[in-house]
């Protein structure tokens, strides 16, 4: 057995795809699955992943990419008409450093009610004393 196949074995998500645990399925198509995340973070808290194997945003081809983004984005709009959600996070961790625990692509969409939920996204302001200028052409120059 190669190291892929063992590798999408221990993939939950992957393991989805194959029918092998159950899910709550939003949508699919050929290279696109959406599901409720387990955990409901908030209601209508859903997964949007690859199906096939990718291990997080940075690794996936645009093409597939781009296809997942677009039924994250259209989950996102549904529970803004639909659902009474006032907002949506659109979330991607990659790597165990950003908080991703699954390692196979995939996108949160966490629609947010009010502002009292299970989930903090907190972004304080460590700017002092960095250089902007020098930190936006090392980014800027390798793009
Ligand atoms: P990460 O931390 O990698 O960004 O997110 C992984 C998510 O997958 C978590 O929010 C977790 O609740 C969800 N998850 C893990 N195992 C399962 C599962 O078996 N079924 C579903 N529906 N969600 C899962």
Redesign the pocket.
């Known amino acids: 057995m190669d190291k892929e196949v063992k590798l999408m074995e221990k993939d ?2 992957c ?2 795809v194959n029918g092998e ?1 159950p ?2 399925k939003l949508y699919e198509d050929d290279d696109v699955l959406a ?5 409901q ?1 908030t209601k209508g ?1 859903a ?1 949007v992943i690859s199906k096939k194997h990718y291990d997080n945003f940075l690794s996936t081809p645009k093409e597939i990419m781009h296809k997942v983004m677009d039924v994250a984005q259209r989950i996102g709009q549904v529970e803004i008409s639909l659902m009474g959600a006032k907002g949506v996070n659109i ?3 990659c790597y165990e450093e950003a ?5 196979h692509f ?1 996108v ?1 969409v966490i629609p947010r009610y009010g502002k009292k939920e299970g989930i903090s996204i907190e972004m304080k302001d460590n700017s002092e004393g960095l250089n902007l200028p020098m930190i936006a052409s090392e980014i800027h120059n390798r793009l």
């Open positions: 939950v998500f393991r989805i645990i899910c709550y599901f409720l995340d387990i955990s973070v808290h997964l979330l991607s961790n908080g991703q625990s699954v390692i995939h949160h």
